[in-house]
């Protein structure tokens, strides 16, 4: 093959840690690790931030515009075709001056859970984000799960989805004694990181941490923005805000249990950084969670919280099977790499292109 130019939207990499933020960066940093074919333009209204390799074949091309609705659907696509791409990537939305273009699909927990989203957001993805996938030469998602529920609802990309999986946050790594009192923080404690959305259902973690027996010396540490979802953060839980990675994988390291309530995801990003960190995770059944959890977390099917708090009891209780469950998460962790998201990307645009 020809060497070709893609153009991604790079636009999240380099702001506060989401999601979004972790998949770009890890993407580019693997793609600059693996032998390859392509040339890659990565297009940001921003300068091209630290984390950021130097690598001659990712030019980063700081394209300014502070419309993002306008630099999305006009300035990007024409900007990247006066280039001389072959393809664009972008994520959820692909405007349709893009001639040839690859869209990342998280997940389509808006139309699996429309009510987890503000009547505006829910109404802007509905909108856009099946168009801009039938639009797509290629769609990536995160899991086969994902994947899945993508068909149910769009039959119609039943030939052009691809599953590529993700992995933690380049600055996720395990602390060796790590020293929380800094931050506050009392051991032993329960944690859970994210932004509370109502999808995330934080809310069953807190009720199920007010019943654990009194006997139990364990608080919950709640980290990430609170968005708008306003359940009060009270009792035996309290929220620390946004933490740098640094301080995130002090907690992952220092905290006897991780919890992952979440509704739906679809990968679920947090399972493999407690992984990383050593930290024991209880997770809910909630989308792609069990698929990324394997062997190496405790898997809840119920949304009760008498439930989860017995599970959560049973557990510190054991501390040989926390242990296990340890072992087995650096096992699982392992599996998950940038290199082959970036591996599996390109075939991606190789289908596209042919």
Same mark, same amino acid.
């Given at each position: ?56 074949? &990712?030019?980063?091309? /700081? ?5 993002? =609705? ?6 990007? %696509?024409?900007? #990247? *075709? ?28 808006? &139309?699996?859970?429309? /009510? ?5 957001? =829910? ?6 984000? %099946?168009?801009? #996938? *039938? ?50 923080i009392d051991r ?44 009060a953060v009270q ?40 992984f990383t960190c ?77």
């Open positions: 093959m020809n060497e070709s130019i893609i153009a991604l939207d790079v636009r999240t990499v380099g702001n506060r840690k989401t999601g979004d933020t972790t998949y770009w960066t890890g993407l580019i940093h693997g793609l600059s690790h693996i032998g390859s074919d392509f040339r890659y333009l990565l297009y940001s209204n921003a300068p091209k931030p630290a984390e950021i390799p130097e690598h001659e074949r &990712l030019r980063w091309i /700081e394209l300014p515009g502070r419309n993002q =609705r306008w630099w999305s659907i006009v300035s990007f %696509p024409l900007a #990247a *075709r006066k280039a001389g791409a072959s393809l664009v990537h972008t994520q959820y939305n692909l405007s349709p001056l893009a001639k040839a273009g690859v869209t990342t699909i998280h997940d389509i927990s808006f &139309l699996i859970g429309p /009510e987890w989203f503000k009547p505006r957001d =829910r109404f802007l993805l509905r909108r856009f984000v %099946p168009a801009s #996938a *039938r639009r797509a030469k290629r769609v990536i998602t995160v899991s086969e799960t994902s994947k899945r529920d993508m068909l149910k609802f769009m039959p119609v990309l039943e030939n052009k989805i691809s599953v590529t999986l993700e992995a933690c946050g380049l600055g996720i790594h395990r602390v060796e004694n790590p020293d929380v009192a800094r931050l506050g032993p404690f329960l944690l859970t990181v994210g932004t509370r959305w109502p999808r995330k259902n934080m809310k069953l973690a807190l009720e199920a941490v007010e019943l654990l027996s009194q006997s139990l010396p364990h608080r919950l540490a709640v980290t990430g923005h609170p968005a708008w979802d306003n359940e009792g035996r839980s309290f929220a620390t805000g946004y933490l740098s990675d640094g301080d995130l994988c002090s907690l992952y390291s220092a905290a006897d249990l991780y919890l992952a309530p979440s509704r739906y995801e679809g990968f679920g990003l947090t399972l493999p950084e407690a050593g930290c024991p995770v209880l997770c809910s059944s909630g989308g792609a969670l069990p698929e990324v959890a394997g062997d190496a977390a405790e898997i809840e099917t119920t949304w009760d919280p008498a439930h989860w708090a017995r599970t959560i009891e049973a557990l510190i209780a054991d501390s040989s099977k926390l242990q296990a469950m340890r072992q087995k998460g650096f096992d699982r962790a392992r599996k998950f790499t940038w290199e082959n998201t970036a591996r599996q990307t390109e075939e991606a645009y190789r289908e596209a292109l042919r």
